[in-house]
Nanobody, 122 residues
Framework: QVQLVESGGGLVQAGGSLRLSCAAS????????MGWFRQAPGKEREFVAA???????YYADSVKGRFTISRENAKNTVYLQLNSLKPEDTAVYYC????????????????WGQGTQVTVSS
């Protein structure tokens, strides 16, 4: 079992930055690939970014060049740096863990956090 707790969300103006954190506990964190998803009101939960256990990273086209995912295995933590934020980035952001090879489909993730709200004002 893996428990995930996100933090770092908040209200920011367009063009601003935030750093989200996801702290993991339970089974060996370093063996999991980690992903970030987001869900805006009335929309499906969508893939944002992922990082493999070996450090390989992947991004949705909508955030490429603006967001950066990283992990610190010694602290059992994965981060998502959000830069150049836009109002359309407003959503609840979820951290998730998987042992699967596929990283951009939510159905392949086994463990989820409770989410953290990011609101970007124009």
């Amino acid at each position: 079992q893996v428990q995930l707790v996100e933090s770092g969300g908040g209200l920011v103006q367009a063009g601003g930055s935030l750093r989200l954190s996801c702290a993991a506990s339970g089974r060996t964190f370093s063996s999991f690939s980690m992903g970030w998803f987001r869900q805006a009101p009335g929309k499906e939960r969508e893939f944002v970014a992922a990082i493999r256990w070996n450090g390989g990273t992947y991004y949705a086209d909508s955030v490429k060049g603006r967001f950066t995912i990283s992990r610190e295995n010694a602290k059992n933590t994965v981060y998502l740096q959000l830069n150049s934020l836009k109002p359309e980035d407003t959503a609840v952001y979820y951290c998730a863990a998987t042992s699967a090879i596929v990283l951009d489909r939510r159905n392949f993730y086994d463990y989820w956090g409770q989410g953290t709200q990011v609101t970007v004002s124009s």
